[in-house]
């Protein structure tokens, strides 16, 4: 099955929104760490660093840096922009 972007990245939001919390602005959002060790999303997405970064260059997510590694940067803060 070839890998499908747009699919990926609406799992990628789905579970933002089963998992994230409001922020001081209000915005939805979690840490990495926390992305990466949620047991549903681990077994749906084909690449969980590939599919937020195309949602990131999407305006869909945003986080510090261009790409995160787990345990480097599992505590930093990932915003769902956009939920639709």
Do not use: W
């Not at 994230?20 to 979690?30: E, I, K, T, Y």
């Not at 195309?54 to 840096?65: C, N, T, Y």
């Amino acid at each position: 099955m070839p890998y499908d972007v747009d699919h990926e990245i609406s799992l990628l939001v789905a579970c933002l929104k089963r998992i994230c919390n409001p922020g001081d602005d209000g915005q939805l959002q979690v840490t990495f760490g926390e992305i990466f060790r949620d047991e549903i999303l681990e077994q749906q997405l084909e690449s969980l660093v590939g599919t937020m970064k195309a949602a990131k260059k999407r305006g869909i997510i945003d986080f510090k840096g261009q790409m995160l590694l787990q345990g480097a940067h599992d505590n930093v803060v990932v915003t769902l922009l956009k939920s639709d």
